[in-house]
């Protein structure tokens, strides 16, 4: 067996060699001609020369050996149906949305937005896209019509694809009327609407715009439409994710390198083998979603699970019942779904057979010790995987590759840098290097960027050179905006960002955005947004806003009517996942005398924490204002 170690130094020091070994995991058309083009940096260009498709790698490769082996399994228990779909099946289905798309004008390169609740349709939608060529962009379910009107604007999708509603703890969710209210916000508005009917919520269609998925669905029903052999390096897909402006920013992925890192991650990482069945408990609008409910599992030959419903309903032991029932042997979630789970009655895991599962990989924001020792006692020591990426990797930067060579965990740790991913500790003054273990820096990763990553932003090549590698000084490198220390066995721990982007339970969201909502109520002067640490969903935004007519400051009850005021508006705007715990009014916010905004002081007096030197602060009195309005931990 290789050792990890020589493993990792292939695949940074014999990149070429390394990845053209890689690249047999996937089926090719043509194969590539090189493996790396790194002559414009930082943009790599991986597997040039190659054609293959996404889809079929997916779905028609295994057609030989597995048809009749279940691809998709879908479970909701928010309307209590389960269904399976056998890779044969989901060929068929995918092929029914993917002439219904080419019917409504959607070809090689244009773009269809995914709007949807987690239903088998929108897999279907996603692998359609991939089959001809398409790019999908998928806008999380939670998000309301403000949000879905910038990624519409940004993406100019010749179609969408949605449905009547979404449920969530039994209560259906109405997405119809966001979508249309998103349409008219948006200047960009799409040929055609391809929606499913669930039957949950009445729908009232536009007539010639809007189409229903039940009769597209019969008119293709024989429908073949053969893969677009596309190049390696054609993007499959953008999703948008939060940063430090107001504006999202458009992850632009390819096909080629995609498909490759996504199976080796499949093999190295998850260990996942063909027949089994993989439970991701994440959405498809997050990348977890794309890289590992969809296209990761199936590359793999598994069964995927798609999952609709809350971790605790019917009750808190639905996932371990999954477990058993599928006989999942690779299981990914978040560690705030572990933390709800850990307020229900522990016997919920000694209640069902889990000895198909080999390991729980948790990602998405810090595992703290104790919600990994809970989880970890409750599955009898079964490995508890932490790993540590963002939407614009697509996989892990930092875990232990057990597919490699059995590797040790750290509490508290997501493991060392995953082969392909050269990782610096990075000084963020200077941008030297930090090798002594224990120091604190920038988690930055050398250029190239690994098969798998963000090709560019949408549409901006100048956003990606300037945003992601523009902020180490005097590199070229690219910047993950976290802090990090890795000590001296090559563990990495990561200490939080770097930038304005906080974490709500796994979901990343920009404090700008936020911001940028709640001005739009008409008695917002100015507001600040800070991620405040807690217990169950690691952060929660709080905002700070001084009010235009302030008249009524002193009135608790109009304040607090207020408040419900500012998160409806947000609700309105950006969606429920965005609404801010709390609302507070103030006369003022700390400001340094150059006008910044201080958010880490603001952010370090709602944990109770020193806000450390403020020499530089204007008005030191509109602290202390915000220190006598928050209760820690309250
Ligand atoms: P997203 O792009 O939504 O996946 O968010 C990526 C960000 O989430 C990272 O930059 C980190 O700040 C955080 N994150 C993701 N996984 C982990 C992890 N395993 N440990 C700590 N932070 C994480």
Redesign the pocket.
């Known amino acids: 067996m290789t050792s990890y170690a020589d493993f990792y130094r292939r695949s940074i020091e014999q990149r070429d060699e390394f990845w053209a070994e890689q690249a047999q995991l996937i089926d090719w058309h043509t194969p590539p001609q090189t493996i790396c083009n790194y002559s414009n940096p930082p943009f790599a260009k991986w597997y040039e020369g190659g054609t293959t498709n996404l889809c079929h790698n997916a779905v028609d490769r295994h057609l030989k050996d597995r048809a009749n082996q279940t691809a998709l399994i879908w479970v909701s228990t928010e309307t209590d149906q389960e269904t399976t779909y056998t890779f044969r099946e989901l060929h068929a289905e995918v092929q029914r949305m993917a002439a219904t798309l080419i019917s409504m004008g959607v070809g090689k390169g244009d773009r269809v937005l995914i709007y949807m609740p987690m239903i088998a349709e929108a897999a279907f939608a996603m692998l359609a896209c991939t089959r001809i060529g398409a790019l999908h962009s998928v806008v999380f379910g939670g998000f309301a019509s403000g949000s879905l009107a910038t990624r519409i604007e940004d993406a100019e999708p010749k179609v969408i694809v949605s449905a009547d509603a979404g449920s969530r703890g039994g209560k259906s969710v109405a997405y119809k009327p966001l979508l249309d209210e998103a349409i008219k916000l948006s200047k960009h508005k799409p040929g055609a609407v391809l929606l499913v009917d669930r039957g949950m919520v009445p729908m009232i269609l536009e007539a010639g715009r809007d189409h229903l998925w039940a009769t597209e669905r019969e008119k293709n029903f024989n429908a073949q439409v053969p893969c677009e052999w596309v190049d390696a390096t054609h993007p499959s897909y953008t999703l948008y994710?939060?940063g430090t402006t107001g504006k999202p920013k458009g992850v632009q992925r390819d096909t080629g390198g995609y498909a490759v890192a996504l199976a080796a991650s499949m093999k190295h990482i998850f260990e996942g083998k063909p027949g089994e069945t993989y439970f991701s408990t994440s959405d498809i609008g997050?990348?977890?979603g794309h890289s590992y409910i969809v296209y990761g599992p199936l590359i793999a030959g598994m069964s995927t699970i798609m999952y609709e419903g809350l971790p605790i309903r019917p009750d808190g032991g639905i996932w371990w019942q999954l477990v058993e029932k599928y006989k999942v042997t690779v299981m990914f979630s978040a560690?705030t779904a572990v933390r709800v789970l850990k307020k229900q009655d522990p016997a919920y895991l000694s209640k069902y057979d889990l000895s198909s599962l080999r390991a729980l990989y948790?990602?998405?924001?810090?595992?703290d010790e104790p919600t990994a020792q809970w989880i970890s006692q409750g599955l009898n020591g079964k490995p508890i995987i932490?790993?540590?990426?963002?939407?614009?990797t697509g996989w892990p930067i930092?875990?232990v590759c057990s597919g490699v060579e059995p590797m040790a965990t750290k509490f508290g740790s997501?493991g060392k840098a995953v082969y392909g991913f050269n990782v610096k500790l990075l000084d963020d003054q200077t941008g030297e290097e930090l090798t002594e273990p224990n120091q604190k820096g920038v988690v930055a990763i050398e250029g190239p960027l690994p098969p798998g990553c963000m090709q560019t932003v949408w549409r901006d090549d100048a956003r990606f050179v300037n945003t992601y590698w523009s902020s180490v000084p005097n590199k070229l490198v690219y910047s993950?905006?976290?802090w990090g220390i890795k000590d001296k066995d090559g563990y990495y721990f990561?200490l939080?960002?770097t930038d304005d982007?906080i974490?709500v339970a796994?979901?990343?969201l920009g404090t700008r955005e936020i911001e940028e909502a709640i001005s739009g109520h008409p008695n917002i002067a100015e507001v600040a947004v800070v991620g405040v640490a807690d217990n169950l969903k690691g952060q929660v935004a709080m905002a700070f806003a001084v009010l235009k007519d302030a008249s009524q400051m002193d009135d608790h009850a109009a304040m607090l009517k207020l408040e419900g005021e500012v998160m409806k508006v947000v609700d309105a705007s950006l969606g429920a996942v965005a609404r801010p715990s709390r609302v507070r009014f103030v006369t003022a916010l700390p400001k340094t005398r150059s006008g910044k905004l201080l958010r880490r002081a603001v952010q370090a007096v709602c944990e109770g924490r020193d806000p450390g030197d403020l020499t530089t602060m204007e008005d030191p009195a509109a602290l202390q204002q915000i220190k006598g309005l928050v209760v820690v931990g309250g």
């Open positions: 994710t939060s997050w990348v977890v560690p948790l990602a998405g924001e810090p595992l932490d790993n540590y990426w963002q939407t614009e930092l875990t997501p993950t905006f976290d990561i939080g960002r982007v974490n796994g979901h990343r």
